[in-house]
């Protein structure tokens, strides 16, 4: 066979990764979230610093408070054993996912603590923090897609006269 007849050369193969830009060209609504959300992130760069703040903060406590509880059998996401695993763990437990792989060792040991550690981060950032945050990405894609609307209607009465 010959070169140009392999499986890996053909059109179809190599347009693979170019798909992404090909359905950017053909929607229109996906050029406007395409262009919205580099914006909308430079509008919550705020919100997003006092998430990643709030994470640092627990994620010190955590360490000084669960150090060394955590084994193998719990798993290697559910650590406090640093600071950049205890990071970790937190963002894990801020989507609210593997809960009990990282409450319970902490729970065995140390009960009240625990509950007040990660309910408080729970409380706080589940429902203030990220709340907020998407509270800010849904007002700054509307304000964006506003801002495009008015252009929209600028261009075409300039088009008119």
Wanted: hydrophobic letters at 50%; a negative charge; glycine letters at 4%.
């Amino acid at each position: 066979p010959s070169p140009s007849s392999s499986p890996s050369s053909s059109p179809s193969l190599l347009s693979l990764p170019l798909r992404p830009v090909f359905l950017l060209l053909a929607s229109r609504q996906m050029r406007i979230v395409a262009v919205s959300v580099p914006s909308t992130l430079a509008l919550l760069w705020e919100i997003l610093l006092s998430v990643v703040l709030f994470i640092i903060v627990y994620a010190i406590i955590g360490t000084r408070l669960f150090h060394g509880l955590y084994d193998e059998d719990w798993g290697d996401e559910a650590r406090f054993d640093s600071f950049s695993s205890s990071s970790v763990s937190l963002f894990i437990l801020l989507t609210t996912e593997n809960y009990p792989t990282i409450l319970y060792p902490a729970y065995e040991i140390y009960p009240t603590q625990a509950i007040i550690f990660f309910w408080s981060f729970l409380l706080i950032g589940g429902t203030l923090m990220l709340s907020t945050l998407l509270g800010g990405v849904v007002e700054a894609y509307r304000d964006i897609i506003a801002m495009q609307a008015m252009l929209e209607h600028r261009t075409e009465i300039e088009g008119i006269t």
